[in-house]
DNA sequence: CCTGAAAAGTTGACATCATGAACCTTTCAT
DNA sequence: ATGAAAGGTTCATGATGTCAACTTTTCAGG
């Protein structure tokens, strides 16, 4: 299956093209959808469930924490501001670089991320009318797609 | 590896569903931000422009608009307020039912959706590692996927 | 026909998110 | 030592979103 040349890949999409990305916007819908239903189930807003999310792999600077959600610093400071009022967050001075502020999920905090990450089944509902290799074939396609764009969470 | 199921009420989500899911999270993260960054070039927010690509298929009551986006009626009076300050649509009072009001796009804000809708290249980055048969099976995947939920664009 | 309930939109108050400019503290290069 | 640069914060401002209260219109009973 070598690939279609459509060599027009910044002219004109194909009918396929467009349709698939019609699809991928209500997936994108239906996925922010069950996000932030999900967030608000346990008192979170999207953006600080979000944050809470980051911090799984561990403490991480405000800059670098803005940088990845792609918006201003101090829009981190108002969301951290709540979390930490909440008892979800702790904030620290790094050790080697005083500028910085590592942000840390307490165990109340690691704990309720890791409770909504458990009840998305945003993708267990629609993937359920997957079979199992049809679903290989998804992930492949995906994978591939993904492999060319920087992924956030890399 | 705690690949011990704590339970399997209702579909024990397998290795490879988890990765779909991630993959999904990561594919959905960045069509949301060329979204808004697509969005934001023509000085229209992610709301505004949700809202006019509604309108494509024909003028839509505020009631609807507001179903459709799983929002509050109030949010979209607002939102709908800068899109006609701005001449990007219309209010009318319908004919039949004077309560409602059909909020139509105007030629101006028809275009700018169009253009908008044109300029999304998102999938022409990540699509073009793929040949115009993965596309197909790709589409079809995923309108399997969506056949189950209700979509936004039913 | 009249009255009251229900529906569609709007308004107002309020919290969150997001940006941009100005500012403080810390670091680092001269 | 001095000044520039970087990391965070603060302030002002605008957009989004919810909720409660309100207006207008529709419709069902009496």
Redesign the pocket.
Known sequence: METQPTQAATAEPDEITREVVDLMANLVALFHREYEEAAAARSL????AKVLALLRRGPM????I?QT??????????????LETRGFVT?AA?R???????VAATDTGAAASEELRESLNFAREPLAALGHDERAVLRDLLQRMLAGAAGPGA
Chains 1, 2 share one sequence.
């Open positions: 807003t999207g953006a600080q600077p405000m800059r670098q803005a959600l792609s918006c201003e610093p101090s829009n981190i400071t108002g969301i951290v501001d709540r904030r790094d080697q670089d005083r500028r910085v502020k590592l």
